[in-house]
């Protein structure tokens, strides 16, 4: 690639940089770059003792930043509760991912500090409108029309975080099939693609990261078979 400096592209060629009328914005961008990789990114410094073991993990990945922590993993709560990637609910719903569902017709299963119309959790603390383990919902069978679900990715991470046993995917998603009326989908969010639960097949995976450096997770979507009349 021609130096910035020096192109001639769209006039006579120049000897500064700021001058260069194709690419003195391009020089600009990098700059900003380096400069806010020198100041440790978009959430600060993530390496050395000062830095919390939450921040460590946001910034590289759960097992990296949670290895040696124990109960101190997150001191100010920014991430102990957990939730879906800003925005990404709406963006889900709008594309119909779920299916024609209203936001208010979905349960969320390890819902977080998710603030939503059904959302269940194991913890108190998150203050859900159910509190309720995931395997064993307290709902009558097909009783919503898509069940979504975000639950912690590994075992240390759920100790370390959340400070709860990690369930397993499958327990996760015979429940879901349980409680989404037929027709109905279900949506698990999750470092794996478990296998369709009984009575579902699977509809789509899609990829979510919310940046350089985090974790890519996989969206996976099933419905649920309809009912047949024989």
Known sequence: MPSP????????????????PRHASRRHLTVLMAKRASEGGRWGPREGEDVPP???????????????????????GYAVFGR?????????LKLRFMG????????HVCSGTLTERWTVDIRHEAAP?????????????????AVMLDPPYTDAYAKNL???ENPRPSWLLREAARVV???????????AVPFAPPGCFLVTVRAITIGVGFRIRAFTIYQKHEATLW
Do not use: Q
């Open 129 to 145: 409108r159910v509190v309720a383990n995931g395997p064993a919902l307290p709902f009558r069978d097909a009783s919503f029309r």
């Open 100 to 107: 024609d569902v209203r936001r208010d017709e979905c349960l």
């Open 162 to 164: 959340y400070g709860t």
């Open 54 to 76: 939450y921040r460590r993990a946001l910034a590289g990945g759960h097992e990296r930043g949670f290895v040696d922590a124990k109960d101190d993993a997150d001191p100010d």
């Open 5 to 20: 400096c020096s192109c001639g592209v769209d006039g006579p060629k120049t000897t500064e940089g700021k001058d260069c």
């Open 84 to 92: 879906y990637p800003k925005g990404w609910l709406a963006h889900c």
């Open 181 to 191: 009326m037929p027709g109905g989908r279900i949506g698990f969010m999750h470092v």
